[in-house]
Nanobody, 131 residues
């Protein structure tokens, strides 16, 4: 089981910046998925950004160009840099991980892409953006 601890939430005004970090420990495998999710009051949890050990990077359309996900190896820490924050970014942000994700069927090049199934979650950190 991967243990995840997020820090860095807080309150900012529209247009401000925050950086979230997530310390991860307890890895068993070299391949991984890590991501940030968020849940606003009354809404379902949604994916924000993703990074994996194959070098894959993905962002939700709502945060593209404003948020950047990155990962350090030592310490094993995931980051989410958030710029030009908007009130609609207000939510509890969660760090998530998949240790040793499955891989799909080979493509025409024989490569098998990572399939992320997040089963390790942090406790969440509140981000509030005021107008």
């Amino acid at each position: 089981v991967v243990q995840l601890v997020e820090v860095g939430g807080g309150s900012v005004q529209t247009g401000g910046s925050l950086t979230l970090s997530c310390d991860a420990s307890g890895w068993r495998y070299s391949s991984y998925c890590m991501g940030w999710f968020r849940q606003a009051p009354g809404k379902e949890r949604e994916a924000v950004a993703h990074i994996d050990s194959d070098g894959g990077l993905e962002y939700a359309d709502a945060v593209k160009g404003r948020f950047t996900i990155s990962k350090d190896i030592a310490p094993n820490r995931l980051y989410l840099q958030m710029k030009n924050l908007k009130p609609e970014d207000t939510a509890v942000y969660y760090c998530a991980a998949d240790d040793g994700p499955e891989r799909g069927e080979p493509d025409m090049r024989g490569l098998r892409s990572i399939i992320c199934g997040y089963d390790n979650w942090g406790q969440g950190t509140q981000v509030t953006v005021s107008s």
